[in-house]
């Protein structure tokens, strides 16, 4: 079965500091990839995504994630975290030539001052 | 632009009452899409279309129906009101480019619905 992982519940990091949410996929075909942000309350805003090219892709606030099809991954990365970065954090991956996206779970973000 | 629009915000309703949630945008997407969310079950979707008069069935339809008679609308309908569908709904819309109806989601703000 086709199927997208976020492997932790909730990320804590401290401001200032690096930020890395984790997202692994297991999909067929070339697939693309998608990272969207929901603040409490609010829907989802989309990130970023990759679909070929570059496997560094940057996205909006300063965000960016690496596509790494040997270990058929994509996580979300931040070099400098903020506390308005605090939020929920969905992967969603669309398999080669389909009409759907699988969502992982959410990833719960919280920036400590 | 006003984006994805939904109505209403909340709605409660009780067991066996039908209602049907609004959704529309005005970016001209062919492709919609509702989702719900519910916690620690991320986003499900329940329907989608990939333009007016093409609707499809998503991982959870059951309960749900919709259409899709012009570009820019695509209510879903509860038939009959279950506590199972108490959740946050999403309706969401994508762009073509090309053939391919997938890039980036928009979202609308979200109807909390509770059903008692």
């Known amino acids: 079965a086709q199927s997208v992982a976020q492997p932790e519940d909730q990320v804590n990091v401290a401001e200032g500091n690096p930020l890395t949410v984790k997202c692994t996929y297991s999909?067929?075909?070339?697939?693309?990839l998608f990272w969207y942000v929901q603040y409490p309350n609010r829907g989802l805003q989309f990130l970023l995504k990759y679909i070929t090219g570059d496997n560094l892709v940057k996205g909006s606030y300063g965000f960016e994630a690496e596509f790494n099809k040997s270990q058929t991954s994509f996580h979300l990365k931040k070099p400098s975290a903020l506390v308005s970065d605090s939020a929920l954090y969905f992967c969603?991956?669309?398999?080669?030539?389909?009409?759907?996206?699988?969502w992982g779970l959410g990833t719960s973000l919280a920036v400590n001052p | 632009n006003a984006g994805v629009t939904q109505t209403p915000k909340f709605q409660v309703l009780k067991t066996g009452q039908s209602m049907t949630l609004q959704c529309a945008q005005d970016?001209?997407?062919?492709?919609m899409s509702w989702y719900r969310q519910d916690p620690g079950m991320g986003l499900r979707l329940i329907h989608y279309?990939?333009?007016?008069?093409?609707?499809d069935q998503g991982e959870v339809p059951n309960g749900y129906n919709v259409s899709r008679s012009t570009t820019e609308d695509f209510p879903l309908r509860l038939l009959s009101a279950a506590p199972s569908q108490t959740s946050v709904y999403f309706c969401?819309?994508?762009?073509?480019?090309?053939?391919?109806?997938?890039?980036?989601?928009?979202f609308g703000p979200g109807t909390r619905l509770t059903v008692l």
């Open positions: 969401a819309s994508s762009y073509k480019a090309g053939t391919d109806y997938f890039h980036e989601q928009f």
């Open positions: 279309s990939v333009g007016a008069g093409i609707t």
């Open positions: 969603a991956v669309r398999p080669g030539n389909n009409r759907k996206l699988i």
């Open positions: 970016m001209n997407h062919e492709y």
């Open positions: 999909v067929s075909g070339n697939p693309y």
